[in-house]
């Protein structure tokens, strides 16, 4: 037995592979690679590790990339048919649990079996971060608020880890709309631990629920060493920083970025932020067809099997980008005979309820069916949460329907405007769509006029 660096016992005959364990965890809680390389000397150390091989499970799943999760199944297989459960600490198996209800594809049932392993023991670091990335993918903001909000008074300013609780909560707070809270906490969480990549990628969350793009781009250049490498995060968070350029109408800088750091991703978080990027062109009108074809045949062989109904969406923006429509649509119907087939999988529920209708409606934009576009995603745009990701994520979804209603000439498109503006006042995005919508032209050009006011206060260096 040994105690980690949390004070948690674990059932190991290695000090040394206890000692792994302990930098496998840090390196998870900083999103970098280095993960991988720790657990399997942890694994090497003492083959039988039981949290080892918790741990090297987790990873593998949490990244929806079905090759992996095929090799997780194998590997956990194999470890737990020599394994006497009965003989673990309860902690262990109940994480032996999670992990097999995760290889199930139970999002929901792994999710509360953490929860458990939480409130019993809130210091158990990987419980909590395993269990807030179940809640992202499965879009649950209370949860991700408050699984961790509810273990905190359980540490303290002075463990090392702290920070990182700290990041984790703020992005909690900012999916649960609490977001001047959400920046409180995310800025304390970088002063602790300037290299928190989750804390910084909190804070860029909330600048973006508010349309502070002025501000984002600031405190993210402001910070650039601490989270541009050296982290697995690092896509996403340059995915941000394109965020509030798009918000400033700098599209060409949006394009340097995406060549320079997005183009040629092989992971499926790679290949998301990709596909977001350019598909809020797309809308737009942006015409990156070399770039969408890439991208295209990079997801093609992730596609093979139903994992991630939110991976499956991404993928047809893809090919509708890149004009490939027969493989969207072949792709939507293997989603079709997957619903039909009656799995029990999470995955299963999200694409019946959200998945298929967002494929299906991405489709028809590509293929000019605006109305239909509409018909799909109006009816279920609060609820489009259920098959996981961010809010920021999402929007990509809810632009669609915007620009479809646009485009349509339905009435729920000034609706949605108003939605809009109401929220992020000063998004630029909201009030050029206002001007796209106002009934004359005097309306259409203030709100214009208020686009162009908002970019110019945001007192950008380079404009």
């Not at 090297?56 to 194998?74: F, G, H, I, K, S």
């Not at 309860?90 to 199930?104: D, I, K, Q, Y």
């Amino acid at each position: 037995m040994h105690v980690d660096e949390h004070g948690l016992v674990m059932s190991s005959a290695s000090a040394a592979a206890a000692r792994h364990y302990d930098r496998a965890v840090h390196e998870l809680l900083h999103f970098r690679a280095e993960v991988a390389t720790e657990a399997g000397a942890a694994l090497a150390e003492d083959p039988g590790f039981p949290m080892g091989h918790v741990l090297t499970a987790y990873l593998d799943l949490l990244t929806t990339e079905p090759a992996l999760a095929r090799a997780a199944r194998e590997r956990f297989a194999g470890f737990r048919a020599g394994l006497d459960e009965q003989a673990l600490l309860p902690r262990e198996r109940a994480h032996v649990r999670a992990v097999g209800a995760l290889l199930a594809g139970d999002l929901l049932t792994c999710g509360a079996l953490l929860a458990g392993i939480t409130e019993e023991h809130p210091r158990d670091a990987l419980a909590l971060i395993t269990g807030h990335q179940i809640d992202f993918l499965t879009g649950d903001a209370r949860a991700l608020r408050d699984r961790v909000g509810g273990a905190l008074p359980a540490w303290g300013a002075d463990d090392r880890h702290f920070g990182n609780l700290l990041g984790m909560y703020a992005f909690g707070l900012e999916e649960a709309g609490h977001y001047d809270r959400s920046e409180e906490v995310g800025l304390r969480a970088v002063e602790l631990d300037p290299k928190d990549v989750w804390g910084i990628h909190a804070v860029a969350h909330t600048y973006e629920m508010q349309g502070r793009f002025g501000d984002g781009v600031r405190y993210l250049d402001a910070r650039l060493p601490d989270w541009s490498t050296g982290t697995f995060l690092n896509v996403h968070a340059w995915w941000h920083y394109c965020l509030y350029l798009l918000e400033a109408g700098a599209t060409g800088r949006v394009l340097d970025v995406y060549d320079a750091v997005m183009a040629g991703g092989e992971s499926a978080m790679a290949l998301l932020d990709a596909a977001a990027l350019l598909w809020r062109l797309y809308l737009e009108g942006s015409d990156q067809s070399g770039r969408w074809q890439a991208l295209a045949d990079a997801w093609t062989p992730k596609m093979e099997e139903p994992l991630s109904a939110f991976n499956d969406a991404h993928a047809v923006m893809s090919y509708v980008g890149a004009g490939r429509i027969a493989e969207a649509e072949r792709l939507v119907a293997s989603r079709e005979r997957y619903v039909a087939g009656g799995h029990t999988t999470t995955n299963h529920a999200m694409t019946a309820r959200v998945g298929l209708p967002v494929c299906r409606a991405l489709l028809a934009f590509g293929r000019g069916d605006f109305a239909t576009v509409v018909d799909l995603l109006h009816p279920i745009r609060h609820r489009i949460n259920e098959f996981g990701g961010s809010h920021a994520q999402r929007d990509a979804v809810q632009k669609t329907l915007l620009e479809a209603a646009i485009r349509a000439g339905r009435r729920e498109a000034r609706v949605l405007v108003s939605e809009r503006i109401s929220v992020r006042p000063g998004s630029p995005f909201n009030w050029l769509k206002q001007s796209a919508v106002a009934d004359d032209a005097g309306a259409r050009a203030a709100a214009a006029v208020r686009a162009e006011d908002l970019v110019r206060q945001a007192a950008l260096p380079w404009r």
